[in-house]
């Protein structure tokens, strides 16, 4: 049995053809982790290494203003997971749950989101603490983490 077959009391399905929208990957992320095994269950943004969201060109103004928030949310598409899984058993507890009751990558869309500390901005892309992905992750969006409990990057206003 390999690393990607499902676990006895697993449920797959089929995945349609055809998407119904497109995604467009806007740069990559470049992390410590070589292989899925060797990333850590959560990001870490207090002690957790310092890694790299690159910016694809196209897309490097969109960064304009980034550096007056403390934490983003990075949004990025998990590729080397499964996408058939609709029902799966956690190492950890080993008891069977829907795809959409855990947190897992293996989703139908393997969209996930870390909120990271935003350590700096540069032309380029972003330097932050606390994603828990491969090397080489296509990135899908930045956000700015503007809930009320957020606070500002330190020295800067929020408008």
Excluded at 43 to 70: F, K, N, T
Excluded at 71 to 93: C, F, K, T
Excluded at 107 to 117: D, G, M
Excluded at 147 to 159: E, F, H
Aim: hydrophobic share 40%; net charge neutral.
């Amino acid at each position: 049995m390999s690393a990607d077959d499902p676990r006895p009391g697993e449920v797959t399905v089929v995945r349609p053809a055809a998407t119904d929208a497109g995604v467009h990957f806007l740069g990559r992320l470049h992390t410590p982790w070589l292989t899925r095994q060797d990333c850590p269950k959560r990001g870490d943004p207090q002690d957790g290494p310092i890694c790299r969201v690159v910016v694809d060109p196209p897309w490097r103004a969109a960064l304009a203003g980034l550096d007056r928030y403390a934490e983003v949310e990075i949004l990025y598409w998990m590729h080397l997971a499964r996408r058939d899984l609709v029902v799966q058993r956690p190492r950890s507890s080993g008891l069977a749950h829907g795809t959409f009751a855990l947190r897992s990558p293996m989703r139908p869309n393997p969209i996930s989101s870390s909120v990271v500390v935003l350590l700096a901005v540069e032309p380029d892309g972003l330097m932050v603490r606390g994603l828990d992905c491969v090397d080489g992750t296509p990135l899908i969006d930045i956000k700015p983490l503007r809930c009320p409990m957020a606070p500002p990057a330190a020295g800067r206003q929020d408008d």
